[in-house]
Each structure stands twice: as structure tokens, then as C-alpha cells.
């Protein structure tokens, strides 16, 4: 099979006492997103069922990271821990559970998935979509109760679940299940 793969690396600074790192969360503290999503998993599905001219195909290949938007979110100093969730929500947040040494339980209702994605797969691949297709690059971040309305002026979130002492959770209609660590993997091969 031919494949061209391209990668990129950027660097760049920031003041020490801005740097938002993935540890901090603690129990107690929400569980917060910037924007909409699911929208690259839903291009990838057009793109899989051969619908290259699907709305969410611009999602998929032309990615917009939240710099402005995290940012802002470290200079209101609401921010306990952060990540994008590029590999997906759910692979993210096991990420951040284990630097951070705690777990989520995320509100299946409080998910803003983008518009128009559940009427094309319906709701439960539209959750799958946002848990473990990835792509998106918005942030997924924690912040202390007392602090959301320094970080809502901070930036547009919602606030999608919570901090607690262990176990990722997903709660629907009162009933708790565990995600499972799916999303994008990312897999190298050893050079002889």
C-alpha cells in the first residue's frame, strides 16, 4: 500500500507562570471543552462512507487548535489542568487521569456535539464520534468550582462533567458505565 505520511513539530514559549500543564485536577473540579464536537469524526465516517463532499470533511482536514482560546484561558488563572483532545475525548481523558491521579465522570447530555451530526448517524455513533474518532483539537480542561466565571469570560466552554477520586465514567439518565480508553493511537515502527 502507498502512504505518505507528513509530520510537523512547533515550539515556542510562554511565560512560566502561564503554563497549563496536564496535572492539577482535582476532585471537585470541573470538567470542561472549548467548541463543538465530533465534527472531524464525522468527516472521517463521510469520508469512509465515500461522501468526500460531506459539510464536516473541512473539520477532518483543516483542523483549528484553540490557541486564542487557551491562551486567554491561562491569563484568567482558572485553569487546574489542560490538554486538546486531538486523539479524542475519551483518550484524553485518560490522559489527564493519570498525571493528575484522579478520574471524570463526563454528563453524556452536557456533550456538545456538533450540529447536524446525530441526524446523519444517529445519537449513539454521534457520542462514539466525539469520544474516540479525535480531531477535533479543542481543549479539555478543569477548572476549580469558584473559578468557572473567570474562565467563562475567558472563553466560550461547556462544562461537560467532573473531577472525582478514581474510575472514567459516563453518566445517562442517572446511569454510570465506564468509557474505555478508545481514540486515535498513535503507532511507530522500529527502524532496523
Not at 449513539?124 to 476549580?144: C, I, K, W
Request: aromatic share 8%.
Amino acid at each position: 500500500m502507498d502512504e505518505l505520511t507528513l509530520t510537523g513539530c512547533a515550539f515556542g514559549f510562554v511565560e512560566k507562570d502561564l503554563i497549563l500543564r496536564r496535572s492539577g485536577a482535582k476532585p471537585g473540579d470541573l470538567l470542561c471543552t472549548t467548541g463543538f464536537l465530533g465534527g472531524a469524526g464525522a468527516g472521517l465516517w463521510a469520508w469512509k462512507q465515500g461522501d468526500l463532499t460531506n459539510k464536516f470533511m473541512e473539520n477532518l482536514l483543516e483542523p483549528q487548535p484553540r490557541l486564542k482560546e487557551g491562551r486567554a484561558l491561562a491569563l484568567s488563572r482558572s485553569v487546574s489542568s489542560m490538554m486538546d483532545n486531538s486523539d479524542g475525548l475519551a483518550l484524553s481523558l485518560f490522559d489527564l487521569a493519570e498525571v493528575s491521579k484522579v478520574g471524570f465522570v463526563v454528563q453524556e447530555d452536557a456533550l456538545p456535539i456538533s450540529e447536524g451530526i446525530e441526524e446523519v448517524v444517529g445519537r449513539r455513533e454521534a457520542v462514539d464520534l466525539v469520544l474516540s474518532a479525535g480531531g477535533d483539537y479543542e481543549l479539555v480542561f478543569t477548572v476549580r468550582p469558584e473559578k468557572i466565571e473567570e474562565a467563562r469570560k475567558a472563553s466560550d466552554l461547556t462544562v461537560i462533567g467532573s473531577v472525582v477520586e478514581e474510575g472514567i465514567w459516563i453518566e445517562t439518565g442517572g446511569q454510570k458505565k465506564k468509557l474505555e480508553p478508545k481514540g486515535y493511537e498513535h503507532f511507530f515502527m522500529k527502524c532496523m
